[in-house]
């Protein structure tokens, strides 16, 4: 755990001066990690190999084995990444207002960097350079903790990382790997409260249930999502295939596919034969309640059904008889996280997306969009589902915090 | 803790009305519920004496029977406040952002209520109240969980507010208070996350720890303030006197109270004796490290003073001798509350402002302008001392999250 309190002290330690880089400096520096990452990519790849190995040995899912996999390819996209994200304005500094007191106080509340922030995921290796590149930009050093089937991968792409940010003349600790694999050193992480100033799990619901109920630093909840479509009695229904079609097969794994459709029971009858055979032509089992087994063959759906973030080639069906009554169905099995309405009726669209409790609400669109690169914000480090501090896909200006800069001339209370 | 379940749930469905109403009704319903709390003032004050007789039996310190103590004058300043916050603009509903995307999709960022929060106080009754109208005002349901010295006030206060609401027609349960005095049912409600959406703990520092170990709920530190002003040798030290006498003494139990001195070693001499003086004359004890004791007559400090927040008539001295040593000790000992910089010089004085990672950083003022009123927002629910969502003093607008609300015609990926 001495090691742990050192590179948060490090981390700490590097914040002041990060906090101080111009937009110039920060975005050589990620053009100069970018070149050096390709530069090295043969060094990478051969430490990534012993990832693979290790993962083929342990008799690792062949689609994990791919997810884990680094090509030159894998690694110029990593590359590109972080040129993208130089592209991007620096929101370090930005004054978000300016208050002129009775007193003669001037009061300028300016956006700055959260910080040290902890990152701890499982996913993809390429998460380490996307990490860093986003932490990076906002200012903030970032310690990160990576999953142990892609140890030797994040420490060559950490290593790499640090030697470019070095050559710039930067402090390599803006990006420190955490190489222990050991969970009680990741739990020990979600303590350091003293050097950390924001917690982001990425991964699975498993995962960032562990952070929630141990981390003392504050935390952005990413990820779950058990997305709805409802189709409203006055849905265009030849919109209403395609966008469900998209939500629910476009990619099954992430948390912005939908999972459940919520139908009103006056249009059921027409939708469901072409929307069932749409779906099982992409191979999707439905699970619906009594009105639907009415209409088309499918699985009774359970109350664990409603419930279910399947992440999978599974859909659940709900039939309702009012707005009102899709609302509180998906009030009552939401993550919030993005949920939508298909309707052409201006008064219920308001409704959906007045009493729907989501980071992002939808009339007749896919959940897919919710994304930072679709919302236009260039990056993402995550889609949050708290409403703490930041709502939906997080860019940049999510990464940062803000300081009141107050000048007198002597005042007193 | 079925009750808590219940408080949760009951707490999850109000909060769908209350984000619903106008302005004008909940302004409505802020000033009948502060006319109750002045018809009922008698009936507030008999449940208070009960409180009294217990705290006085136990033996509890005249100062605190004090704070406890509820007077006619002091209800109407609850039911005073209560109208100030009916009279400042609703956050609710504010567009803060729109985005129209190339593929047409319109997305528009809204203000929108937290949802639920919880707020654990140990202060003094007229917490509840204020507590509530800041709450109310913003949209959300709260759930109250006061100390138990307060229990019998907080349960009068709780049932005048609901039974005003009622007679409004608005639902009973935007405020509720956990009866029960148990130390579990507290931790119990600190993992209510399946309903709360944000806990704010309000008292000293062992109250929060508690929390912040214990909580599952996301949270917003509050209030621990161990500040500093920095004398620099660019001050007017004629200023130094007076902000210093003010930051110590005007009032020394409250967390923007400063309670360490940084000086510059130039200014030592001309500065201490008179400091020294005025201190003494408002009984305040001075520690000091070698250089301090030099010059004047004090108790050494040791290294725990310089990280002591002494809510007390004690001051902690440092001598330095550049800026940068200056920024350095702040940032070791700060608990990120309010810092200040006494100089005339510019460049200095910009150093101190970008280099203190602080809420509030202060040139030639006071640090006890941190504080809501003071910061012109109107009204306080307290003093954030993190840097997610919230730092610094907190108003309407920081008991608020946002929505991202998108309408498309079709839009899939």
Chains 1, 2 share one sequence.
Not at 185 to 200: G, N, P, S, T
Not at 255 to 266: G, R
Not at 308 to 315: A, H, K, M, S
């Amino acid at each position: 755990m001495e090691m742990l309190v050192q590179l948060g002290k490090n981390a700490a330690e590097a914040k002041y001066e990060l906090q101080k880089l111009t937009a110039e400096r920060k975005n050589q520096a990620l053009h100069a990690v970018a070149q050096a990452l390709i530069n090295q990519s043969s060094l990478i790849m051969k430490e990534n190999e012993k990832d693979i190995a290790r993962g083929e040995e342990k008799g690792m899912h062949p689609g994990l084995i791919d997810r884990l996999r680094l090509t030159s390819e894998r690694i110029s996209g990593m590359a590109e990444g972080l040129k993208q994200v130089a592209d991007l304005p620096d929101p370090i500094g930005e004054l978000l207002e300016t208050i002129e007191r009775p007193n003669g106080l001037k009061i300028e509340k300016r956006r700055v960097p959260m910080g040290v922030i902890g990152i701890i995921y499982e996913s993809r290796p390429n998460v380490t350079a996307d990490a860093f590149g986003l932490c990076f930009k906002s200012g903030n050093a970032v310690i990160l903790k990576g999953g142990s089937d892609a140890i030797c991968s994040n420490m060559a792409i950490t290593k790499v990382i640090r030697q470019a940010l070095k050559e710039e003349g930067i402090t390599e600790n803006a990006i420190q790997l955490i190489e222990s694999t050991d969970r009680e050193v990741a739990k020990a992480f979600m303590r350091l409260k003293e050097y950390v100033d924001l917690l982001i799990p990425r991964g699975g619901a498993g995962l960032i249930r562990s952070v929630v109920e141990n981390s003392t630093i504050p935390v952005i909840e990413t990820g779950t999502g058990n997305c709805h479509i409802y189709v409203d009695e006055f849905a265009d229904l030849k919109k209403a295939v395609p966008i469900i079609i998209n939500a629910k097969t476009q990619r099954i794994g992430v948390c912005n596919a939908c999972e459940s459709l919520v139908i009103h029971e006056e249009v059921k009858d027409k939708l469901l034969p072409s929307l069932a055979a749409a779906l099982r032509e992409h191979h999707v089992e439905i699970r619906g309640d009594e009105k639907v087994q009415q209409v088309i063959e499918c699985i009774p759906a359970t109350e664990e059904d409603y419930g279910t973030e399947y992440l999978d080639y599974i859909i659940s069906m709900k039939i309702v008889s009012s707005v009102e009554e899709a609302i509180a169905h998906v009030n009552r099995y939401s993550t919030r996280h993005s949920e939508a309405i298909l309707t052409e009726n201006e008064e219920n669209a308001e409704k959906f997306l007045d009493g729907v409790d989501a980071a992002c609400v939808y009339v007749n669109a896919s959940t897919r969009f919710t994304d930072g690169f679709e919302f236009g914000f260039g990056a993402e480090i995550g889609i949050s589902t708290q409403k703490l501090h930041a709502r939906g896909p997080m860019g940049l200006r999510e990464l940062t915090s803000y300081k009141y800069r107050i000048t007198g001339n002597g005042q007193i209370r």
